[in-house]
């Protein structure tokens, strides 16, 4: 199976901070990456697709870069509404996996 | 609008069965692959099972294969998931999610249904 591993694990910021979050796969999966935003007690929302693709409706602060192996996801400029947890996703090859989470807190 | 509705989640004890629904509306259901993603409290999900949108297509993750059978039924507009010989380890909220053409990410999630299985 592909590992998928985020740092850092949490990550306190404030409103106005520029976050990226690194994903990091245990062997290449091209670009065949996803991440996804989860509040408490809701569902992992899409919010981009093939690394870099941003899924309807998600605010353009958000961008993600990388191909291979390394992943990255940047919050140009954090607000309120992005203070979640968010999870990275390969379907390079199954079984699709998620990493561990990256949670964005309040600093 | 996309909606995406599980039931059947609830309390059983190990060794126990359980069988899980997925209600879909909002969308052509029988064109789209589907799957089940699990999440264990404070944990990451868990990606466990997907159905080609004809149904003969099928695939499992190690942790449930040979115990969880997943299948659909398109004129209903549902897809189920039965869950045999349930452990502990198998508890956690369960959603059905939509693969956006076949391509492998997951555009629209359900609410998800708690399972806990527990004496």
């Known amino acids: 199976d592909i590992q998928m591993t985020q740092s850092p694990s949490t990550l306190s910021a404030s409103v106005g901070d520029r976050v990226t979050i690194t994903c990091r796969a245990s062997q290449s999966i091209s670009t065949w990456l996803a991440w996804y935003q989860q509040k408490p007690g809701t569902a992992p929302k899409l919010l981009m697709y093939?690394?870099?693709s941003l899924e309807s409706g998600a605010p353009s602060r958000f961008s993600g870069s990388g191909s291979g192996t390394e992943f990255t996801l940047t919050i140009s400029s954090l607000q309120p509404d992005d203070f979640a947890t968010y999870y990275c996703q390969q379907y390079n090859s199954y079984p699709w996996t998620f990493g561990q989470g990256t949670k964005v807190e309040i600093k | 609008e996309v909606q995406l509705v599980e039931s059947g989640g609830a309390l059983v004890q190990p060794g126990g069965s359980l069988r899980l629904s997925c209600g879909a509306s909002?969308?052509?259901?029988?064109?789209?692959?589907m799957d089940w993603v699990r999440q264990a409290p404070g944990k990451g999900p868990e990606w466990i099972s997907k159905i080609s949108s004809s149904g003969n297509t099928i695939y499992y993750a190690d942790s449930v294969k040979g115990r969880f059978t997943i299948s659909r039924d398109n004129p209903k507009n549902s897809m189920y998931l039965q869950m045999n010989s349930l452990r502990v380890e198998d508890t956690a909220v369960y959603y059905c999610?939509?693969?956006?053409?076949?391509?492998?990410?997951?555009?629209?999630w359900g609410q998800g249904t708690p399972v806990t299985v527990s004496s």
């Open positions: 999610a939509r693969d956006r053409d076949s391509q492998g990410f997951l555009d629209s």
């Open positions: 909002g969308f052509t259901f029988s064109t789209y692959e």
């Open positions: 093939k690394v870099s």
